[in-house]
C-alpha cells in the first residue's frame, strides 16, 4: 500500500523559510517522479513542483520559481520542498504526490 505522509508544514514569516518533507513507502520510491501540489483555502489545486526518479531535473510553477526548491533523498525515501522567502498567497496544505496516490497534506501558513 502506497502511504505518504507530510511533515514541517507550520506558520511561517513572510520572507523566512521553511522545509517540507515526505515519507514514502509502499512503493520503489527511486524508481518514481514525484509532486508537491497545494490548496489554498477556498481555491483549487495548484501544481506546485516535480522531480524526476533521480532528482536530476526539477520543474516549477511559475508562482514559485527562484523562491522553493524541489530535492529528495533515494536512500531515505524522502521528498522535499525547500520554502525560501514564502509570500502569504503561498499559505495553503501542501500534498506530495505520486501518480494517483496523495498523502493528507501539512498546513503552511505564512503570515507576519
Known amino acids: 500500500e502506497v502511504q505518504l505522509v507530510e511533515s514541517g508544514g507550520g506558520l511561517v514569516q513572510p520572507g523566512g523559510s521553511l522545509r517540507l518533507s515526505c515519507a514514502a513507502s509502499?512503493?520503489?520510491?527511486?524508481?518514481?517522479?514525484m509532486s508537491w501540489v497545494r490548496q489554498a483555502p477556498g481555491k483549487g489545486l495548484e501544481w506546485v513542483s516535480a522531480?524526476?526518479?533521480?532528482?536530476?531535473?526539477?520543474r516549477y510553477a511559475d508562482s514559485v520559481e527562484g523562491r522553493f526548491t524541489i530535492s529528495r533523498d533515494n536512500a531515505k525515501n524522502t521528498l522535499y520542498l525547500q520554502m525560501n522567502s514564502p509570500k502569504p498567497e503561498d499559505t495553503a496544505v501542501y500534498y506530495c504526490t505520486h501518480g494517483d496516490s496523495w498523502g493528507r497534506g501539512t498546513q503552511v501558513t505564512v503570515s507576519s
Open positions: 522531480i524526476n526518479s533521480g532528482g536530476g531535473s526539477t
Open positions: 509502499g512503493f520503489t520510491f527511486s524508481n518514481y517522479a
